[in-house]
């Protein structure tokens, strides 16, 4: 068998145990690598052919570009980021495709999606008043790249195409890896920091981390990959509209915080609920068995 097929492969806690640690740590990075570097050269390939193609061309589409830069780069994005799943898409079949829509219904995931907007409101508010993204200068770049874009695009790109392709790769197939590796409790910590640390700037890792372990908790409790990628895409979208034009600065602050923690506290009784829908979910799928 050869190295990539190994890679590829589900394969179990039992045979994965044997394996030297070196090996382990190449079955649990090697998607991420493949993602990255076919993302990025997507990019490169994408830029360089629209150039080549514009050269010397002074009509309609040369002054779309330059008047809407960052939403081409956006719609390049969307593309590099879609290309950037085709090396991963046998891993992530055999990894989490089989647990698609396992368990759930629309009770479930109404209330996922509930959780995900206070938590993403919520958090997003605190970070905001008490001036961590303010004082980040690589978030403030990152914010002016994201917000660049046009409306629909962005929604688009952050609310369907990103979500999907990051929960393939973190949850369905890293997380996946990583329970197995280890265990449940180090994996949902560790998926999440690897998570985070991916999004680069230390606002975003911050902010990733929190969201990885929400996430890696949900995929665990529902043992459904739509419910992490219903989470993720809902506090994307969430974020986006709600700051697009710059929404939490005009909040009093003694009110926003306020409206923090109490999105976060409704979370936290919307999890419980959540959970115990979780629970009902075994038991029926256990009784239908």
């Not at 990152?142 to 688009?156: C, D, K, R, S």
């Not at 902010?207 to 043992?223: D, K, N, P, T, W």
């Not at 990959?225 to 929404?247: L, Q, S, W």
């Amino acid at each position: 068998m050869g190295f990539l097929q190994t890679m590829e492969l589900a394969w179990p806690a039992e045979e994965l145990k044997k394996w030297k640690s070196m090996k382990k740590a190449v079955y649990l990075l090697l998607p991420l690598f493949l993602y990255y570097v076919v993302h990025d050269l997507a990019q490169i390939v994408l830029w360089g052919g629209l150039e080549l193609m514009l050269s010397g061309n002074d009509g309609v589409l040369r002054e779309w570009l330059i008047q809407n830069g960052q939403t081409a780069n956006g719609m390049v994005s969307g593309i590099a980021i879609l290309l950037g799943m085709l090396p991963i898409w046998g891993m992530l079949k055999k990894e989490a495709l089989p647990v698609w829509k396992k368990k759930g219904n629309v009770t479930s995931y109404g209330v996922l999606a509930a959780i995900a907007l206070c938590v993403s409101m919520g958090v997003n508010i605190l970070f905001f008043q008490m001036g961590i993204t303010e004082s980040s200068a690589a978030y403030t770049r990152v914010e002016e790249a994201q917000y660049g874009v046009a409306f629909a695009i962005g929604l688009v790109l952050y609310g369907v195409i990103s979500p999907i392709a990051e929960e393939a790769v973190f949850r369905g197939i890293i997380y996946n890896r990583m329970k197995r590796c280890f265990s449940v409790k180090l994996a949902v910590p560790l998926s999440a920091l690897l998570f985070g640390l991916y999004h680069g700037n230390t606002v975003q890792a911050l902010y990733g981390f929190l969201l990885g372990v929400i996430i890696a908790i949900v995929y665990e409790r529902s043992e459904s990959f739509a419910a992490p990628v219903i989470f993720h895409a809902v506090a994307n979208v969430t974020v986006f509209t709600v700051t697009y034009r710059n929404g939490l600065r005009d909040l009093n602050s003694a009110v926003a915080i306020g409206l923090a923690v109490a999105l976060l506290f409704f979370a936290a009784g919307l999890g419980v609920w959540y959970l115990k829908l979780c629970e009902m979910g075994e038991n029926k799928y256990i009784t239908n068995k």
